[in-house]
Nanobody, 121 residues
Framework: QVQLVESGGGLVQPGGSLRLACAAS????????MGWYRQAPGKQRELVAD???????NYADSVKGRFTISRDNAKDTVYLQMNSLKPEDTAVYYC???????????????WGQGTQVTVSS
């Protein structure tokens, strides 16, 4: 069973930065692509970024140029560096392990418990 544990959320002012980390319980990086989703109150969960086990990345248009997803295979950890944060980035952020298809779509198979990110002055 895959377990994913997020850390690094918190309160930050607009324009600030945060780095989220997601540690996996077992070595999954050779098998799964990894992704970060977020869900704001009253909204559907959306894919923010994903990264294949080969290191190819994909981002939602709303975060391109501001967020960076990366992975450390030796530590079984995936990161989401978030810069130039905006109030609309406020959400619960979820780590996931899943599959990336040749069509470009990403499907989550496993979820973390989520970490709150609040962007407010």
């Amino acid at each position: 069973q895959v377990q994913l544990v997020e850390s690094g959320g918190g309160l930050v002012q607009p324009g600030g930065s945060l780095r989220l980390a997601c540690a996996a319980s077992i070595n999954i990086f050779s098998i799964y692509a990894m992704g970060w989703y977020r869900q704001a109150p009253g909204k559907q969960r959306e894919l923010v970024a994903d990264i294949t086990n080969g290191g190819s990345t994909n981002y939602a248009d709303s975060v391109k140029g501001r967020f960076t997803i990366s992975r450390d295979n030796a530590k079984d950890t995936v990161y989401l560096q978030m810069n130039s944060l905006k109030p609309e980035d406020t959400a619960v952020y979820y780590c996931s392990a899943g599959r990336k298809y040749t069509t470009g779509s990403y499907t989550s198979h496993y979820w973390g418990q989520g970490t709150q990110v609040t962007v407010s002055s």
